[in-house]
């Protein structure tokens, strides 16, 4: 089992940038795949960015590709969410997940095991 811990979110006008954090404890993080999902209000929780467990590959929706870039240090035991370019419609709260399925980066929910308590990033226009 992994326990996850999101930070970093917060108020930031369109067109700015925002880095999340999520560090995880419990049993050895390199042996998960990773995501970050967001959940605005009244639309489904969805997927926004995926990493391989070693961190060479990673996998993005068009909503946020060239903006958004998701990286690990397995060292730190810490995943990262690098947000440029925010518009208002990435307002939501982020929640990192965990993954032990080879398909992760469908970005299917129910294929991530673990989940943080989330993270709220506004942005204002």
């Known amino acids: 089992q992994v326990q996850l811990v999101e930070s970093g979110g917060g108020l930031v006008q369109a067109g700015g940038s925002l880095r999340l954090s999520c560090a995880a404890s419990g049993r050895t993080f390199s042996v998960y795949a990773m995501g970050w999902f967001r959940h605005a209000p009244g639309k489904e929780r969805v997927f926004v960015a995926a990493?391989?467990?070693?961190?060479?590959?990673?996998y993005y929706p068009d909503s946020v590709k060239g903006r958004f870039t998701i990286s690990r240090d397995n060292a730190k035991n810490t995943l990262y969410l690098e947000m440029n370019s925010l518009k208002p419609e990435d307002t939501a709260i982020y929640y990192c997940?965990?993954?032990?399925?080879?398909?992760?980066?469908?970005?299917?929910?129910?294929?991530?095991?673990?989940w943080g308590q989330g993270t709220q990033v506004t942005v204002s226009s």
């Open positions: 997940a965990a993954s032990k399925s080879y398909t992760y980066y469908t970005g299917t929910l129910s294929l991530y095991n673990y």
């Open positions: 990493i391989d467990w070693g961190g060479a590959n990673t």
